[in-house]
């Protein structure tokens, strides 16, 4: 049999437009798992998928978790079998004044750089997930089935800390076990070059609220004896970080290692420019470990950093209390052998010992993962690293990743399979900011590119 | 002709249930200056004023500003002359949740200390200057007159720093300057024994946000090498007191003195218990600077403080968000010579030394009143003690004021009054908080006091 990847890319050329709307009816259910008033709209946005991938032609069906639900999907036959992996919940929008337009009313806006989708979720991940829905509906459409065994996971609550994602996996096992994980949740190496995902760091996400007095007080009246949690909280916190840039929680860096020479040689070959990745964002200092690379500091060390600060009086003008309490959400990114659940303890250790008399604090657990990175002996790596490479005309790479993406860390542990982490998103994408994009022609290539690797696999 | 007072007294007595009510209808009127939404509730306030005060018999009006209005009213005759002030409008109300009614719903609630009127300005400062009021409708019912002449101001923008007052005083100044000024926006002292503030601390806001990032990013994409604004903020704000206690911006103490030595003496007969006074809202270690009492902090002493902090994403769960700003809300209680516009420079210099590359800053004045001290040779402060004394069965104390009335200073500089300002609020009062109160009990016996003073000046 001849090989059917032209008709079917062709196919996806001609479709673009429909697979364009089909994408706009995903991206207008606003899926924010993290906020409780919007857990039917995950609910409808799973419907939404099961809906669509029985339409390919998967036996697909919705399951119940103890939070938002998973949706599962089976497809193709042969000896070949892949999981491929995406999240339909989607960050929150606030502030929602900076945004252009509603998030969740999708349009197709042109930039000097061409057509964008603009909508929350619309990089991430729902247009990540639909390239590979797309995908399959060609393969199907061309051929009436797909090369290769596919199971599909989406889960619901990624945006969240995937509190049901470790209990689904155990339970389900056998069923959602392959022989490799494809992961869409990534980006192109400098909007250009296609690109593996080798190493994820770890996230660790912590929320404390320090309390002092028993209710706000007035600064006049008890300003001066009494202790203020806002300026306990500044204290410790910018405490965190010492003149080098590094944290100052004891034992942080146990478990962090420099990665091999000849992975920080593949990295030197990038060329990767600290100066025009910060410009994009307007800024120009590296603001990281004194005596590491831009590079380094976003794939091979790790981080602490404010992701939230709130105390007292934050409405128009001014009030002059004294808070009752401050809070603070702080989260870690780790890297290699970094134990999350020992950092989570040495954090609160640390927390607890600046505490003055008469302060108390409480902490949140946010969730947790380690760092991790893949054996990439599996042929599929080369597969869809070749795939990838005639798809875009240049040479895929294999980077490191700054994000988290504890999904790869469960199923290798779990599931017992290595991932492939590629992705069509770019670094302008705005992903949890105000007026996140996506661009069509990278939707459009990575259904493409789908495609392809789907042939290469099976090949 | 005999002394009216007791007689006065005697109806007072006997109107108090009428006296209540009249309160609770200015305490519907949600009158928060420092929300532009509450406008016409301040507006509103004012004209209850002035028909209140008309009925008592006065020549009252109301005077637009370039803000919220003043209410201005004159009667009586004779020699002696007082100003009363007071204001009408009130703090904010938030957090509302942790009201247990709502706030402009006022009642009348009973507690083991007995009744008590909850609703936000019972205390602060509605219920005080309607103890004025009602004194003089009884005075104006009794005698048909006052004992002497008095003008009265009330103002609506004390809770928002004052814009409109200089302009006012100064454009007003012959009409609103009288012998000496009675402002009623203070308390007790230990709930039992009236007092008379001579010295107080004076204010300074600030507002400022650092900003870092054009937009907020995601910490695993960025987490590194971008400057996170939160974490400079805190590293700042960190730094503002040192391990003394004592505020590290450079030329903060210049101008701060030592009280004279029998005041100081006066003070220790007051047998203040810090413990005690902590105690009350949950506390038990003096926070301020090491080596000093407890009302030294409060009453002699120069504080830092911050009021808001605010940054990144604060709501229900968790956003891995690198954020873009961080805002804090900042004062500074000041005493003696402490010049407040020579602080706020040397504050925002202060800040601007340590900015890192990429951050800016922007700053918000949110006003600046030196601190004031009386000179109390006027006979009225010997006539208000002794009325208070009177009233109370306790000798009326002369004491510190840890608080801010820049309304004294103004009168003093632009007016050249010198000020009593006496006043029935508790400790326990909790203004500027939820479930604020003022005492019936209090709430009457302020009545009965100002009955007594304007008798005792009269006499």
Request: aromatic residues 8%.
């Amino acid at each position: 049999m001849s090989d059917p990847t032209p008709a079917i890319l062709d196919r996806i050329d001609a479709d673009q437009s429909r697979a364009l709307d089909r994408l706009m009816e995903l991206l207008r259910i606003p899926s924010i798992s993290t906020d409780p008033a919007h857990a039917d709209d995950c609910d409808t946005a799973a419907d939404w998928l099961v809906a669509e991938l029985s339409h390919v032609g998967f036996d697909a069906s919705k399951r119940a978790t103890s939070g938002h639900p998973m949706v599962v999907a089976h497809g193709g036959k042969g000896d070949r079998h892949v999981l491929f992996y995406g999240h339909y919940d989607v960050q929150p929008v606030d502030p929602l004044s900076q945004w252009d337009h509603n998030p969740f009313d999708p349009r197709i806006d042109q930039t000097p750089r061409g057509p964008v989708i603009r909508a929350r979720g619309a990089s991430d991940d729902k247009g990540q997930l639909m390239t590979f829905v797309e995908a399959c509906r060609h393969w199907k459409a061309e051929t009436g089935d797909l090369p290769c065994r596919v199971t599909i996971l989406f889960e619901g609550e990624e945006e969240c800390g995937s509190p049901s994602l470790v209990p689904f996996l155990e339970t389900n096992k056998e069923e959602l076990t392959a022989e490799i994980a494809l992961i869409c949740d990534s980006g192109l190496y400098d909007d250009r070059v296609p690109a593996i995902i080798t190493t994820l760091r770890g996230l660790l996400g912590e929320e404390l609220t320090i309390k002092g007095p028993d209710r706000d007080l007035h600064s006049g009246i008890y300003g001066g004896p009494a202790i203020n949690p806002a300026r306990v909280l500044t204290r410790i916190l910018g405490r965190l970080h010492d003149e080098q840039g590094r944290v100052t929680v004891p034992g942080f860096y146990d478990g962090v290692g420099e990665p091999p020479s000849q992975v920080k040689e593949g990295w030197k070959q990038l060329n990767f420019s600290t100066e025009a990745f910060l410009g994009e964002v307007g800024l120009s200092h590296p603001a990281g470990e004194v005596g590491r690379s831009g590079l380094e500091m976003l794939w091979s060390r790790p981080t602490a950093e404010i992701n939230g600060l709130s105390s007292g009086y934050t409405g128009d003008g001014f009030k002059t209390v004294l808070p009752s309490k401050a809070t603070a959400k702080v989260s870690f990114r780790l890297v290699g052998g970094q134990d999350p659940q020992r950092l989570r303890t040495a954090f609160r250790d640390w927390v607890i010992g600046q505490l003055p008399p008469d302060c108390h604090v409480s902490f949140q657990d946010h969730g947790a993962a380690p760092a991790s990175a893949m054996q990439i002996s599996n042929p599929i790596f080369s597969a869809t690293q070749l795939a990838l490479t005639e798809e875009w005309g240049t040479e895929a790479a294999y980077v490191g990743g700054g994000g988290s993406i504890p999904i790869a860390g469960y199923f290798q542990s779990i599931l017992g399979m290595e991932c492939v982490l590629t992705g069509f998103a770019k670094d302008d994408d705005a992903i949890h900011s105000p007026n996140e994009k996506y661009d069509v022609e990278n939707f459009h290539k990575g259904v493409r590119s789908w495609a392809r690797i789907l042939g290469r696999i099976a090949a």
